[in-house]
């Protein structure tokens, strides 16, 4: 059963290629909840004594194959009755389609966004037929001096195959049901709190929160470490606020899992990625009160305290999503 709460509390246009079984495998992380790695990101699997909540479904129905059998492997005779998809990005949602016998739940905003990505694909990768035609012709005439260049026509027709392969396969299955505020889905005796607080990340980021499993599905509201996080759309104050928030709660919980990466103990994490967007907005705010344009901020701006984390060369890339939101 799910109800409204009566109390307040990049696009990615790139067709993903096959992800192979060893790619994907599945942490435990309690005895009804489970983390299933690869395939573009983390889909988090828990249990309950009436069915099974899926939340994410992964970059491709390949993998979303995959997932789906690794779930029967670990709950066995169990349904899947419900998917929460978190947001629209492609690495979270292009498995949905094997997920359509359970109900998938997602933000209002979702639908539109992940049409537009289908239309896009259809758009750039539709004529797939023709133009590996083209290029397995241009392969042929190359001569063995331009090898280089018959390698990187064979890259791009095997990369269109895989594309065919992919579009002639993928089904966009959107959310059936859609919800603009905060909600509770209960189920076989457990309480999983949907928690919807803005645009942050995107316009339809959703947080799961199960005390019965001590858990926090943060999903990409929270990148462990990594720099080169921030989008074009996204809303630096509100995701500072958001984090806020869920760290004010970290009695609640646990086990917080991000989109990507390692399952994170405690609310450590959180504090460390609300710091981390502090120090960016606060810092261009500031160099733009001093005058500075977005090329001289990023040549003097370099926060070498977070050198040790991922994508630290692309934190420039940050710095400039923030200066566009404050031009906005």
């Not at 059998?69 to 990005?89: A, E, G």
């Amino acid at each position: 059963m799910i109800k409204k709460k009566t109390i307040g509390l990049l696009i990615i246009i790139a067709v993903a290629t096959p992800v192979k079984a060893r790619d994907i495998e599945a942490t435990r992380i309690t005895q009804d909840v489970i983390v299933i790695h690869g395939g573009g990101g983390n889909t988090t699997v828990a249990r309950t004594d009436s069915g099974i909540i899926v939340v994410d479904s992964f970059v491709s129905p390949q993998a979303a194959r995959e997932a789906k059998d690794i779930i029967i492997k670990y709950f066995p005779d169990i349904p899947i009755k419900y998917l929460i998809n978190t947001h629209y990005h492609s690495d979270h949602v292009r498995g949905n389609q094997h997920f359509r016998d359970a109900l998938i739940i997602g933000h209002a905003n979702l639908e539109k966004h992940m049409m537009d990505d289908y239309d896009q694909l259809i758009k750039k990768y539709g004529s797939y037929d023709e133009k590996i035609m083209e290029l397995e012709n241009r392969i042929n005439e190359v001569t063995v001096e331009t090898g280089e260049a018959a390698h990187k026509l064979k890259e791009d027709s095997l990369f269109l195959k895989e594309a065919k392969t992919f579009l002639e396969e993928f089904i966009p299955t959107p959310p059936s049901l859609h919800i603009t505020s905060d909600s509770i889905l209960t189920i076989g005796g457990k309480i999983f709190e949907i928690l919807y607080f803005g645009t942050a990340h995107t316009d339809n980021d959703l947080v799961i929160l199960s005390r019965e499993d001590q858990l926090l599905i943060m999903v990409d509201l929270l990148f462990h470490r990594n720099c080169y996080i921030i989008n074009s759309t996204s809303d630096v104050k509100n995701w500072i606020s958001i984090l806020d928030k869920m760290i004010k709660r970290s009695a609640e919980y646990k086990y917080v899992i991000p989109g990507h990466g390692a399952v994170v103990v405690d609310a450590n994490a959180l504090v460390e990625q609300r710091d981390y967007l502090n120090i960016i907005w606060n810092t261009v705010t500031d160099a733009r009160h001093r005058g500075l344009t977005l090329d001289q901020i990023k040549k003097e701006i370099k926060l070498d305290g977070y050198k040790e984390f991922i994508d630290y060369d692309k934190i420039g890339l940050d710095i400039e999503a923030c200066w566009h939101q404050l031009e906005r």
